[in-house]
């Protein structure tokens, strides 16, 4: 992960250096004695992790950290106890008390690596939830729809239909904007006015398919091509 230092004492910000360039995991880009070298680098570059002193000369850290646009990961170091409940009120991921010491340092390395895996988690569970579902908006109202709830969508002029498992919506949107959306290994347009979820089909018979319970009109334009989805 890279990160940076801000510390406005030599010595503390060589010790957080050198421990920093011994853990694999880390990438130190830069360091500051200075506040407004600081905060002009984080504002540009958006460093993802901080490690940062409270007590500084121009302004403390905690009021810095509140004040700035973009708000990385932040690690305070400081030699005052007494900052440690407003710093977690900041939503500091951690709060190290000096003299800083390895065991101390690498006790926070691990949260931050156990933190990255439990991230990268979420936002494949994030990604993979987007690509199984569906937003459509109703009146004044977004919904997310799963995918394997929607049965059919009928085109209504300027409206569409989406008929679910557990409701209908009546959407603005065109028939034309789900096909767009809606992965083509799962939905197939049956007639012009209607795209069927191909596990819900029932039966097909001449011109017309079950789903669901409902008979739904086959176009003549799209028989072969439902034809041979299902014969193939």
């Not at 070298?37 to 940062?52: G, H, K, R, W």
């Not at 810095?64 to 990385?72: A, D, M, R, S, T």
């Not at 569970?125 to 109703?138: G, H, N, P, V």
């Not at 679910?164 to 197939?188: A, R, V």
């Amino acid at each position: 992960m890279k990160c940076i230092i801000l510390e406005d004492n030599p010595q503390d910000l060589e010790l957080i250096r050198w421990y920093i360039t011994q853990e694999s995991s880390l990438e130190l880009k830069e360091s500051f004695t200075s506040v407004p070298d600081a905060l002009s680098y984080i504002n540009e570059f958006e460093p993802p992790l901080l490690f940062m002193d409270i007590d500084m000369p121009v302004i403390k850290g905690i009021d810095l950290y509140k004040k700035l646009q973009y708000h990385p990961i932040c690690v305070f170091v400081t030699a005052h106890s007494e900052y440690a409940i407003e710093s977690y009120e900041t939503q500091a991921f951690d709060f190290i008390l000096k003299p800083l010491t390895a065991n101390r340092f690498n006790r926070c390395v691990n949260r931050l690596k156990e933190y990255e895996q439990l991230k990268k988690r979420a936002d494949l569970y994030d990604t993979l939830f987007e690509s199984q579902s569906i937003m459509i908006k109703e009146g004044s109202t977004v919904h997310r729809v799963p995918l394997n709830d929607i049965i059919y969508i009928e085109a209504l002029n300027d409206y569409s239909k989406v008929v679910t498992k557990t409701k209908n919506y009546i959407t603005l949107s065109k028939l034309k904007h789900f096909l767009e959306k809606l992965p083509k290994k799962d939905f197939i347009r049956i007639h012009r006015s209607y795209a069927v979820a191909k596990q819900s089909i029932e039966l097909i018979s001449g011109n017309e398919l079950k789903i669901a319970g409902q008979q739904l009109p086959i176009g003549k334009t799209f028989r072969l091509s439902l034809k041979m989805e299902f014969t193939s």
